[in-house]
């Protein structure tokens, strides 16, 4: 069994930062590509960012900016850096792994709870 558990979602002003943490925990072998996703209200989900386990790091275009992912590999922990926070971000936050639970076998995509952004004044 594998959960991803997310937190430091919330309310935040126009031009704050908050800083999103996603854990995964439970029968891992490896864990392959981390990601935050998120959705806006009547919209589909989208891509912010992900990175490998190598490091390399891929953004949605107009969030490179403002935003930045991390990761530690030895907790299998990703994080969501967000600055100068916009209305336009209010969205629910998720996080995906791509995580193979046992040697010889295919990985497969988890996804957190999500976690509410709400950025207002």
């Known amino acids: 069994q594998v959960q991803l558990v997310e937190s430091g979602g919330g309310l935040v002003q126009p031009g704050g930062s908050l800083r999103l943490s996603c854990a995964a925990s439970?029968?891992?072998?490896?864990?392959?590509?981390m990601g935050w996703y998120r959705q806006i209200a009547g919209k589909q989900r989208e891509l912010v960012a992900s990175i490998t386990a190598g490091g390399k790091e891929i953004y949605a275009d107009s969030m490179e900016d403002r935003f930045t992912i991390s990761r530690h590999n030895g907790k299998n922990t990703v994080w969501l850096q967000m600055d100068t926070l916009k209305p336009d971000d209010t969205a629910v936050y998720y996080c995906k792994a791509q995580i193979t639970t046992k040697l010889f076998e295919e990985s497969r995509d988890y996804w957190g709870q999500g976690t509410q952004v709400t950025v207002s004044s």
């Open positions: 439970g029968t891992i072998f490896r864990v392959d590509r």
